[in-house]
């Protein structure tokens, strides 16, 4: 994986309807996907929590798309994405493009596709925000992976399938 040192927001296109940014993958800015970020959103429940997110990152890929049911998504709940975490933003397209290939090379036995996602996506979490260990934390639940500011203890970002 090559490190991109770019803030998403300069990288990806954004498309904002209704207060709400979503960010999606180069050459896949279409009202289509944005629209399955929005139904992601709605069978979630968060699209109630617009005044809680600011940015969502639905990046399907860049050559290979993610399908609509394998979309990993990261949700932005602080105002801006820390420098540190921008690595994070640009691993959920590496997984959603190309997450089906490294599952079926590396899965454990009877590991679920979505199981090893998550374990793979807070695998990388923690190695962004271990060398900042002092400005973040964080972990994963069932269905998403967190990270949180240390200090304030707000989370900053949710990465969720």
Request: glycine content about 6%.
């Amino acid at each position: 994986m090559n490190w991109q040192g770019i803030k998403p927001e300069l990288q990806y296109p954004e498309m904002i309807i209704n207060g709400m940014r979503v960010l999606l993958s180069q050459e896949d800015d279409t009202i289509h996907t944005f629209n399955l970020a929005l139904k992601f959103l709605d069978r979630h429940g968060f699209a109630a929590w617009l005044t809680c997110y600011h940015a969502v990152y639905y990046l399907r890929g860049h050559i290979t798309k993610a399908e609509t049911e394998d979309v990993l998504v990261g949700m932005l709940e602080t105002q801006t994405l820390p420098p540190e975490l921008y690595e994070i933003i640009h691993c959920l397209q590496f997984w959603n493009q190309e997450g089906r290939k490294c599952y079926e090379m590396n899965k454990k036995r009877g590991e679920e596709y979505r199981d090893f996602i998550i374990r793979c996506i807070a695998a990388d979490c923690s190695a962004f925000v271990e060398p900042h260990w002092e400005k973040f934390l964080t972990g994963r639940g069932s269905n998403h992976v967190w990270v949180t500011d240390r200090l304030s203890n707000q989370r900053v970002l949710l990465i969720h399938f």
